[in-house]
């Protein structure tokens, strides 16, 4: 048995899911015979979390199939760690190539290259395609030039030979070579299943032999990683019983109604209705600046299409005092915060640490009284009085980055907590809800010109931005694009 279950935004597939495994254990399917494949190391983690607060008396142990499709190849082939490409292996081949390569980790699901050559490679290894094939698509910018790409190419499989290292891709590909050791189950789950790329769908075709009943729970209206070979429309096509979650918990009435005008542009997608969460309607508004909205109080999430813009908005928010987190984490310097804390338990009569003193007198006058030979340290010893000023005294610290905390601080903002607004691309969000939406309008020209021609890069860019619109749980703020012909129209 197949079946293809539909998420619509909110609608709880994961808790459908969950329920699911259950139904199974409830008939005495033994857990070392469910698998449940999340697309994320993130979304295995907590689908594992919730199942370990349905069952008290189970151990992470006990939900060893609870994991990524890649973390299961590599348990299924016995592979080690020491094995496996790691950022420090793309460094290093990087160096040798005269290239600058990272990657952003698995956040994601895909891997992120910042080297445009190896993305092209990546990219033609997940849609199981030749490098020259995916070069020919005309979809990379014509500064990569084809002699260069092969002698990457080339080099980059004789370091991973000559250390004896597969990437994540090498993981899957000998997984479907040796798929007899892959074991049998009753029932396995793929959640996120629109992202799936096609040499994942392969290893999906190895599992679906192996397993009794299946499940594929996704949505294709939210599948924006073909830029990295997810491919939407297996999953579309894919042959299996189907169901759509009917009933949202996050949508309001009026930010359907607005997510549905974008569902409209979508060419190549399954026909589904939903029905959005009860009570308040919530509100879609459009704005011409941030200075529209007040932002000292509540929660946000500020959603832009490119990092730059993100970048941009983080700024204005800096300018503005305001605490917020971004790709960079906490919008202030922590490392100074946590000493004007212990700078606060000192002069309330607290000890601290002698790390912590240290990094403390880091941003105080030099004193020749101090010695950093104690295991605790009090106000004394660094010579100042209970009714000493932080702000007054830390004059090796960046002092812009005092006042601002200062301000912060004086506003109400509480620094030890999570910040209450939070910048970020869309694709970085996914998942993700807030009560308070702005969606930023602008997008990148490349983009735009990118789908003037292409039915299927203009479905994507359309689902990108109905997965931003539908994180608003309350009110979804508009927000003008700085040039309209290159803003998305709403």
Wanted: hydrophobic residues 35%.
């Amino acid at each position: 048995m197949i079946k293809k279950i539909f998420g619509p935004p909110g609608t709880g597939k994961t808790t459908t899911l969950l329920n699911l495994v259950d139904d199974y254990i409830k008939k005495g399917t033994d857990l070392n015979r469910i698998g449940y494949f999340a697309f994320t190391r993130k979304a295995a983690n907590e689908a594992k979390d919730r199942m370990l607060e349905r069952h008290p008396k189970l151990d992470k142990k006990d939900l060893r199939y609870f994991q990524t499709l890649h973390s299961f190849a590599f348990h299924t082939l016995g592979m080690s760690e020491e094995n496996v490409m790691q950022p420090v292996h793309y460094e290093q081949i990087g160096k040798e190539l005269n290239l600058r390569v990272t990657d952003s980790g698995d956040e994601s699901g895909f891997l992120d290259f910042n080297s445009e050559y190896f993305k092209l490679i990546n990219k033609a290894r997940v849609k199981d395609i030749s490098v020259e094939s995916e070069f020919n698509t005309n979809e990379w910018s014509r500064e990569i030039d084809y002699e260069t790409l092969g002698h990457i190419y080339i080099n980059y499989n004789y370091f991973k030979k000559q250390f004896n290292l597969d990437d994540f891709n090498d993981m899957i590909e000998k997984f479907v070579l040796q798929k007899e050791k892959c074991k049998q189950f009753d029932v396995v789950f793929i959640d996120e299943a629109q992202d799936l790329s096609p040499i994942q769908w392969k290893m999906f075709d190895v599992l679906k032999e192996k397993s009794t009943d299946v499940y594929l729970a996704g949505d294709d209206d939210q599948a924006i990683f073909a830029w990295a070979g997810a491919d939407v429309k297996r999953f579309l096509q894919e042959p299996a019983e189907e169901q759509v979650l009917p009933y949202s918990n996050r949508v309001p009435k009026n930010v359907q109604d607005i997510s549905n005008i974008i569902l409209g542009r979508i060419n190549t997608r399954k026909q589904k209705e939903y029905f959005p969460k009860k009570g308040s309607p919530g509100k879609v508004e459009h704005i011409f600046n941030m200075d529209h909205i007040d932002l000292t109080k509540d929660q946000w999430l500020i959603l832009t299409r490119t990092v730059y813009r993100s970048d941009e908005i983080a700024k204005y928010l800096r300018e503005k005092n305001l605490y917020y987190k971004s790709r960079f984490g906490k919008s202030f310097d922590t490392r100074l915060y946590k000493s004007i804390i212990n700078f606060g338990h000192l002069c309330k009569g607290a000890a601290i640490s002698l790390n912590d003193a240290k990094e403390l007198y880091e941003y105080i006058p030099s004193n020749p009284k101090f010695k950093d030979n104690k295991a605790v340290y009090k106000l004394e010893d660094f010579g100042y009085q209970p009714a000493d000023l932080w702000y007054k005294i830390f004059t090796k610290a960046d002092q812009e980055q005092c006042y601002y905390i200062r301000t912060m601080l004086s506003n109400g903002e509480k620094l030890t907590q999570d910040a209450r607004i939070e910048v970020s691309t869309i694709h970085a969000a996914k998942g993700g809800e807030c009560d308070n939406i702005i969606l930023v309008l602008d997008n990148a020209k490349k983009i735009r010109e990118s789908v003037e021609n292409n039915i299927e890069k203009a479905d994507e860019e359309h689902r990108v931005w109905y997965v931003g619109a539908t994180r608003a749980k309350e009110n979804l703020y508009l927000l003008k694009p700085k040039k309209e012909r290159y803003g998305y129209q709403l």
